[in-house]
Nanobody
């Protein structure tokens, strides 16, 4: 059983920073590709960032490149999303997601991620 729990969301002014955290239960965490997605309004979940498990490979959506940084701490079973230079359009519910163990970074489609947290709301005021 794998469970994910996000924290760190809140209200921040445009141009500010926020760090999201995701704690993951399950012994296979260190072998799992992890990612952050976000969902705003009536839209579907959109990919934000991902980090591989075998190498520290990362991938980002074009909209957040240079502003967001994903990282992981396998000793603590944690994944982080450092968000800088936040914009109003970054407002969304942010979800932590994990692929099944040993699945590579590869695809960043939401349907390729098996485990999901409940989300944390980030609101950026302009």
């Amino acid at each position: 059983q794998v469970e994910l729990g996000e924290s760190g969301g809140g209200l921040v002014q445009a141009g500010g920073s926020l760090t999201l955290s995701c704690v993951v239960s399950g012994r296979a965490f260190s072998r799992s590709t992890m990612a952050w997605f976000r969902q705003a309004g009536g839209e579907g979940r959109k990919f934000v960032a991902a980090i591989g498990w075998s190498t520290p490979t990362t991938e980002y959506a074009d909209s957040v490149k240079g502003r967001f940084t994903i990282s992981r701490d396998d000793d603590k079973n944690m994944v982080y999303l450092q968000m800088n230079s936040l914009k109003a359009e970054d407002t969304a519910v942010y979800y932590c997601a994990a692929k099944k163990p040993r699945y590579g970074l590869g695809s960043t489609l939401a349907s390729d991620f098996t485990y999901w947290g409940h989300g944390t709301l980030v609101t950026v005021s302009s």
